[in-house]
Structures are given as structure tokens and as C-alpha cells.
């Protein structure tokens, strides 16, 4: 099976002498090409922390991290920032969209910053594919919180990174709203698109097709196509202990 990233022996490390903080404390992690991983963990397990280094937008302190084949512990700043306009997808919680640009002009600025010409067709289609085909004029405060997820969803899809992150991509949506961007994750999964996404919600992770669980910066627990209660007492679990 191939794998669209890997971490091996990655170690994260905050400040020094009596503040350190081991962030990620030996995480040995692969994410399978065309699968959709959760992570979940407690408070401070360090979930940010995986996701930014997994998307290169945090250096490691020691291990390495492959995205795409390519072993980005090694790349060069220009590179890596070229790697994360090609190869990485990314969503936040906060859709993270640009107030004074229309939908359509969001969805076009990767490729414009990739020094791509966007084609308009293109555009409409991947809007037109999260539902927002006669949204595109519309600017941000002109769009719900769901909407404006979509839009960022697309934005982040429009390069075709090799692999999709999301940091609590549902986490500032209601219940329906929630359910539509996670359908939209699984049918980007089934054409075949990776993503690894960060959550606190259980039901969100049992959209996924595996879960890994962190606590105080290591792996210890997965599970294989989880149902939401499965999810809940491993959680619950972690958050006692
Ligand atoms: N820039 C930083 N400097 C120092 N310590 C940091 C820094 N960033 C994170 N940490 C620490 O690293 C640990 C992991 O943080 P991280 O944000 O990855 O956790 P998390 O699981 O995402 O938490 P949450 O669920 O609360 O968002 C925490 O103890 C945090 O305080």
C-alpha cells in the first residue's frame, strides 16, 4: 500500500530545561494513499502540533516526515513552500477565506500563487461540485458558516494536493452543516483524495475511515472504521487517564 505520508520517529519539542514541552514524543505514523484518517486526543496531546508537521508547516526537531514520496525534513523553506502549494490541501476551523474576494476569486488564488492561470470553467466546476454553483459571486459575510467552509474546501482542492488536512474543519459549524462538509470529505475519499483531519468531535470521526489517538505527544490507540460510540470511549478513556 502506498502512502501518502509518513512520519517516522518524529519528535517535537517545545522550549528548554525545566520548560520543555515534548509536543510529539516519537510518533511512527502513515497515512494509506485514498484513506481519510482522524486524529483525536485529549487536550495538549498534540494534535496541531502532528497536523502542522505532517503539512510542513512546522519544522520537526528530529525524525522525518515524507509527503508525496518527498522527505520534507530535508526540503529547503523555498521548497517546502512549494510543496504546500502543490501537494498539501488545507482547511481550518475558521475557513481562514479572504473577506474581500468573491467565492470564485478565493477558490482561483492557490493557483495564482502556484503562478497558474485559473480557467473560469474550472472554478465554477469545483464550486459547482460543493454545492455552491450560484454562490460564486458572493464574498465571505455574504455566505454562511457552512458555505464558507465549502468554499475553503474547494480552495483547498483546487490544486489537487496529493494529501487534504483539516484542523477541526467542522468544529465551528452546526449539526447539519457539519454533515454536509463531512459528505463532501467522504466523496473527495472515495475519488480517491487522502485526508487527514484533526477533531474533537466523535461523530466527525467516525465519518473517517481509521482514528489514531494521541496522548502526551505518542500514538497509543487506533481503530478501524469506528462508530461513534467506539470513538466516545476511547476518548473518554484517554481523557480520565
Ligand atoms: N509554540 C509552542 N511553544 C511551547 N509549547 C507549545 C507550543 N505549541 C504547542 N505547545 C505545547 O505542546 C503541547 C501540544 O500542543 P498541541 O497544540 O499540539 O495540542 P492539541 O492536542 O492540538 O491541543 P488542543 O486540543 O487543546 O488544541 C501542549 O502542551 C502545548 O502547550
Redesign the pocket.
Known amino acids: 500500500m502506498t502512502h501518502a505520508v509518513e512520519l517516522r520517529a518524529v519528535h517535537r519539542v ?2 528548554r530545561g525545566d520548560t520543555t ?1 515534548r ?1 510529539l514524543d516519537g510518533v511512527d505514523l502513515a497515512f494509506p494513499a485514498g484513506t481519510w484518517t482522524a486524529v483525536m ?10 497536523l502542522h508537521c505532517a503539512a510542513g508547516l512546522e519544522r520537526v526537531t528530529s525524525g522525518t516526515v515524507t509527503v508525496a514520496g518527498q522527505d520534507i525534513t530535508k526540503a529547503t523553506d523555498s521548497d517546502l513552500t512549494r510543496l504546500r502549494r502543490t501537494q498539501i490541501g488545507f482547511v481550518f476551523q475558521s475557513f481562514n477565506l479572504m473577506g474581500a474576494l468573491t467565492a470564485e476569486q478565493n477558490v482561483a488564488l492557490p493557483l495564482r500563487m502556484a503562478g497558474k492561470r485559473p480557467r473560469r470553467q474550472e472554478i465554477r466546476e469545483i464550486l459547482t461540485r460543493v454545492g455552491l454553483g450560484d454562490r460564486l459571486g458572493h464574498r465571505p459575510r455574504e455566505l454562511s458558516g457552512g458555505q464558507q467552509q465549502r468554499v475553503a474546501l474547494a480552495r483547498a482542492m483546487v490544486t489537487r494536493p496529493a494529501v487534504l488536512f483539516g484542523d477541526e474543519p467542522t468544529g465551528a459549524l452546526d449539526t447539519k452543516s457539519a454533515r454536509v462538509v463531512l459528505g463532501l470529505l467522504r466523496q473527495l475519499v472515495d475519488d480517491g483524495q487522502t485526508i487527514v483531519m ?1 477533531t ?1 468531535d466523535p461523530a466527525a470521526a467516525a465519518s473517517a475511515d481509521q482514528v489514531v489517538f ?1 496522548s502526551d ?1 505518542r500514538i497509543v490507540d487506533h481503530l478501524t472504521a469506528p462508530t461513534v460510540h467506539q470513538v466516545a470511549d476511547r476518548l473518554a478513556g484517554l481523557e480520565v487517564a
Open positions: 517545545y522550549g514541552v509536543a486526543g485529549p487536550s495538549g496531546s498534540g494534535k496541531s502540533t502532528l484533526v474533537h494521541l505527544g
